[in-house]
């Protein structure tokens, strides 16, 4: 799979906050699929991801989490 950021290769161009917050859409995408599928969300296991955000995405990660079963190392 090729993400690219306004025609560009997200690998080569995305900051890496940027890359963090990609992977961490598709692990909520993923999640978001589960349900779908089978009724539940999945487990989330998240490490050390809170210390890599800013704050505002920090936010938005636990705001999304709140009816969720998840595990978050730091």
Known sequence: ??????????????SQGQQRSLSLALKLAEGEICREE???YPVFLFD???SELDVT???YLINR???K???ITT
């Open 65 to 67: 989490m709140k009816d």
């Open 57 to 59: 995405r920090r936010d």
């Open 38 to 40: 089978f009724g539940d």
């Open 1 to 14: 799979m090729e993400i690219s950021i306004n025609g560009n290769r997200a690998r080569i161009f995305a």
């Open 48 to 50: 050390d991801v809170l």
């Open 69 to 71: 079963q998840v595990i």
